[in-house]
T-cell receptor
Framework: SAVISQKPSRDICQRGTSLTIQCQVD?????MFWYRQQPGQSLTLIAT?????????ESGFVIDKFPISRPNLTFSTLTVSNMSPEDSSIYLC?????????????FGSGTRLTVV | SQQGEEDPQALSIQEGENATMNCSYK?????LQWYRQNSGRGLVHLIL?????REKHSGRLRVTLDTSKKSSSLLITASRAADTASYFC?????????????FGKGTLLTVNP
């Protein structure tokens, strides 16, 4: 299965600033995803990062707040813009690789963001 | 939106005991997966069970799936302190352009030495 390097692993940011999170996959993957995990909660899908086209956002998430880039099949970034303390969460990227059983999903190690 | 609901939300057992976690979901699925997360880190894929399978084993893990009840269970046998983590079920619905995982709320398992 694919291996994902995600960075930074953690950051403390001032409100009103932006943070860009990067994920590098060690092989080409068709689909990449970005999730948010608020403290003590489960994972919520932010968007699907599509190579060569705009990301597909889930309800409640907008491009202006969470712009995503997917310049090629091995790399994606998520920017958390104009941050507020409510954005303090763990952000995880994921890649899906096709198998005969369906899709296998690999996750990055997460970025723990604290906004002060 | 959350697809799965796990219960219990938290489970505390002694080393050597078995741990059972349950998951229910709402819509039709292609497969169901279980993941483990240690201390808010990245998720580790444990096991995938397809919608036409009823039971699957992997080492000390046993997963069952009942599509008529839209439920699944994860059994960890002979638990160890290292099994302490949060466990999530996730449903994979795919077809056309709609490929994504939807996660349940998770069960926090604590295995006491």
């Amino acid at each position: 299965s694919a291996v994902i390097s995600q960075k930074p692993s953690r950051d403390i940011c001032q409100r009103g600033t932006s943070l860009t999170i990067q994920c590098q996959v060690d092989s080409q993957v068709t689909m990449m995803f970005w999730y948010r995990q608020q403290p003590g909660q489960s994972l919520t899908l932010i968007a699907t990062a599509n190579q060569g086209s705009e990301a597909t956002y889930e309800s409640g998430f907008v491009i202006d707040k969470f712009p995503i880039s997917r310049p090629n099949l091995t790399f994606s970034t998520l920017t958390v813009s104009n941050m507020s303390p409510e954005d303090s969460s763990i952000y995880l990227c994921s890649a899906a690789t096709g198998t005969s059983s369906g899709y296998g999903y690999t996750f990055g190690s997460g970025t723990r963001l604290t906004v002060v | 939106s959350q697809q799965g609901e796990e219960d219990p939300q938290a489970l505390s057992i002694q080393e050597g005991e078995n741990a059972t976690m349950n998951c229910s979901y709402k819509t039709s699925i292609n497969n169901l997966q279980w993941y483990r997360q240690n201390s808010g880190r990245g998720l580790v894929h444990l096991i995938l069970i397809r919608s036409n399978e009823r039971e699957k084993h992997s080492g000390r893990l046993r997963v069952t799936l009942d599509t008529s009840k839209k439920s699944s269970s994860l059994l960890i046998t002979a638990s160890r302190a290292a099994d302490t983590a949060s466990y999530f079920c996730a449903t994979d619905v795919w077809g056309g352009s709609n490929y994504k995982l939807t996660f349940g709320k998770g069960t926090l398992l604590t295995v006491n030495p």
